[in-house]
């Protein structure tokens, strides 16, 4: 693999609303080692995506091994393991209201390949370049 690809892959995920019956979700996952602390996911359904986020990569990796021994992040996304009878998931919290669940052990996997891809501690952001898209996106 080429040090700059993109990474992809797609996940099943199940929304959680408050009442009601769960609610399947596909995503796209997406790692570009250009923004090597992101991962990207796409909560997409009939070709249409209704909701893109950006979520720390250390972040969703500590709550799959437990470091914190609970629920890891603030603000907007909180993370943390569950056991759901035998399965093993992830729970994704946005804003408050939104929680999905992710079949932890493919989560990982993924993981796993952004960490062969650009290890822990290797990371590299090009300061100029992420300021000069900055400073040229707010004179749109």
Not at 12 to 29: C, D, K, N, S, Y
Not at 79 to 93: A, D, K, Q
Not at 101 to 127: C, I, K, M, N, Q
Request: glycine content about 8%; hydrophobic content about 40%; some cysteine.
């Amino acid at each position: 693999m080429q040090a700059d690809a993109v990474l992809r892959d797609k996940v099943f995920m199940r929304l959680l609303p408050q009442t009601g019956q769960e609610i399947p979700v596909l995503a796209h996952m997406a790692y570009d080692p250009q923004d090597p602390y992101a991962v990207t996911v796409n909560f997409t359904h009939g070709g249409w995506t209704y909701a893109e986020w950006r979520l720390d990569r250390d972040m969703l990796r500590d709550a799959l091994e437990g470091v914190h021994g609970g629920a890891v992040g603030e603000g907007d996304v909180r993370v943390w393991p569950e056991v759901n009878g035998t399965r093993e998931e992830l729970c994704i919290e946005l804003m408050h209201s939104a929680v999905f669940t992710v079949w932890a052990p493919s989560l990982r996997g993924f993981l796993d390949r952004t960490y062969a891809a650009v290890p822990a501690g290797e990371e590299h952001v090009e300061l100029d370049a992420f300021l000069e898209e900055v400073l040229s996106s707010g004179s749109r």
